[in-house]
């Protein structure tokens, strides 16, 4: 969530779910010939256009304000339960929202930006007050990177903070990692794009069954991500005990930013505890380090505290935080 104005420098549970933020009735502010235009999917000159936002809102925030997943589904058409809000002024795309309607408990959730040059007219307030409207006021707004302007939107949409994402990073030079022991039986190799998609989703959703966003992945998911460029199944190590998945490690290069991630690190409930995660873990790191990479990162849920302790324990520390803010109702 990116919007109001220009801050000034730039896979949970409730957090804090009675730290409620007082609502406000306050309309946004009046901008002639702002339109705001709802649409189940974006036509190609659209999304050209709505990336282009988003560029130019990164490249000034120092972030993306819309997340991966949020991106790809920018182009490719309809997707079952997201909707793309177009805030145009003068005839010009100045904000973009985007809202997932496919949890079948929570709320839905949206992503929201203004473009920097036309933050500070009211914007940010009109695109919550139309994603507040069109989910009947039950909503979970993302804000990437924590930043004032978007707490201040926060407050003034009458949202309170949910759930906080952080980023971990640490350096991969030098590595100092033991070589990773796998438990008894359990052998690696790397993921074979077609081969391995349906046993691999399976894994994934058992793995990440409590993960409103993980566990969801489809096959049209899985294949978008394949299709993006950074995609490498040299990358992506599955691990086997007698021939049946029980756990993964999914690597991601960000090439422009130098920066290798712990894209995903899954394991089936039933192989847990027997260090299988700390050794996929072990395992992709030295895959980027052998890459010569200077820095890993990863998100993980501030609330999942033994997640947390150990990749604390073998040198991550917190980089930024993304927060989701929800309404009450």
């Known amino acids: 969530m990116t919007g109001g104005q220009p801050p ?8 804090h779910p009675r730290t409620l933020v007082p609502m406000t009735t306050d309309a946004p502010l009046p901008s002639p010939g702002r339109e705001i235009q709802a649409l189940d999917a974006l036509d190609p000159a659209q999304a050209d256009a709505v990336l282009e936002l988003l560029g130019e809102a990164a490249r000034f925030d120092g972030r993306q304000a819309v997340s991966e997943q949020g991106r790809l589904r920018i182009r490719g058409g309809h997707r079952d339960g997201v909707r793309h809000f177009l805030l145009t002024s003068g005839g010009t795309l100045a904000g973009y929202a985007q809202l997932e309607d496919t949890d079948p408990v929570e709320a839905p959730a949206a992503e929201l930006v203004v473009h920097p040059e036309r933050r ?8 919550g007050a139309a994603l507040l409207a069109a989910t009947g006021k039950r909503l979970r707004v993302w804000a990437h990177g924590g930043s004032s302007a978007a707490r201040h939107l926060a407050q003034v949409l009458g949202l309170s903070l949910f759930r906080e994402l952080r980023q971990l990073r640490r350096s991969l030079i030098p590595l100092d990692l033991a070589e990773p022991v796998l438990p008894e039986g359990v052998t690696v190799r790397t993921f074979e794009p077609g081969r391995d998609d349906a046993a691999w989703l399976a894994v994934n959703r058992a793995a990440f069954a409590h993960h409103p966003e993980q566990g969801s992945l489809t096959q049209q998911d899985l294949d978008d991500r394949k299709a993006e460029p950074w995609f490498d199944p040299k990358g992506f190590f599955l691990a086997e005990r007698g021939g049946e998945i029980v756990g993964f ?3 991601k290069v960000h090439a422009q930013e130098q920066l290798g991630e712990v894209y995903v690190v899954g394991v089936l409930p039933d192989a847990q505890g027997g260090g299988l995660g700390k050794a996929l873990t072990s395992i992709g790191l030295h895959h980027l380090a052998a890459q010569a990479l200077p820095t890993a990162m990863l998100y993980v849920d501030a609330d999942n505290t033994a997640a947390v302790t150990v990749y604390e324990r073998i040198g991550f520390t917190t980089h930024e935080v993304d927060l989701m803010y929800r309404t009450e109702s």
Do not use: M, Q
């Not at 000034?8 to 957090?15: D, N, Q, Y």
């Open 8 to 15: 000034a420098h730039t896979p949970a549970r409730a957090l």
């Open 120 to 127: 500070g007219t009211g914007h940010g307030r009109a695109l």
């Open 249 to 251: 490690h999914w690597t």
